[in-house]
């Protein structure tokens, strides 16, 4: 946990705390949302190809993910965290354009 809060820059145990609360809640929730987003999409687990439907189901959970840290991150009172964290990701994906 310790070589944790040195990379991570934080200093109590709280906010390591809501750190992973954050992740949890957030990993959660994005895959519960892509569910009934694909099937808005007229694709169903039961009645779709599977790679279709999986791989449509992982393409619309990413965009999900990244807004919900940022949010929840904000709830948690670690905003500062989560978009410093937010804009490394995007940046290492070569996706840094869109946060100009």
Known sequence: M???KERW???S???????FLVFAVTGSTSARL???LVELLGLYRESSHWLLYWTLRILIIF???QVLLVGFG???GQFNFFWAFEKKMLYRMGLGKLLR
């Open 2 to 4: 310790k070589k944790l």
């Open 9 to 11: 820059d934080i200093s």
């Open 13 to 19: 145990n709280w906010q390591m705390l809501a750190i």
């Open 34 to 36: 892509a569910g009934p």
């Open 63 to 65: 965009p999900i993910y």
């Open 74 to 76: 904000w709830l948690f």
